[in-house]
């Protein structure tokens, strides 16, 4: 993992969204070069979409990957993966988010 200065306490870090000692937002550059990474595989649409839209409120950059068929009513295994994906920076801050959810603690600011 890269390792970057925080620009205002001037601590060494690992990459990523927020400085873990002033708790500063660290801006992070999306690019073509930007490693994308799996958080998450569902095979259910309506729910990898709320996942995402809770993603993207808290600030974490996601979109999801759809690899079912359409064009079929019923798809199993591989065929029917939806998978989230968040920049590599945001990854710890997204699975946090993601445990947040999945344990009924939203963030409702």
């Given amino acids: 993992m890269k390792i970057v200065k925080c620009d205002i306490c001037n601590n060494f870090i690992e ?8 708790d500063t937002e660290l801006s992070v550059n ?3 070069n930007t490693k994308w990474v799996t958080i998450k595989i569902l095979n259910d649409e309506i729910y990898a979409q709320m996942l995402v839209a ?4 808290a600030g974490i950059p ?3 990957l759809v690899q079912s ?14 998978c989230i994906k968040v920049p590599e920076p945001f990854r710890t801050e ?3 988010q993601l ?3 999945e ?5 409702n600011e």
Avoid: H
């Fill in 69 to 82: 068929d359409s064009m079929r009513p019923l798809t199993l295994g591989l065929l029917s993966q939806i």
């Fill in 94 to 96: 997204a699975e946090n």
């Fill in 54 to 57: 809770n993603l993207n409120r």
């Fill in 30 to 32: 999306i690019d073509d």
């Fill in 99 to 101: 445990k947040n959810i």
């Fill in 103 to 107: 344990n009924g603690a939203l963030n």
């Fill in 15 to 22: 990459e990523s969204s927020v400085c873990p000692y002033c």
């Fill in 62 to 64: 996601a979109f999801k």
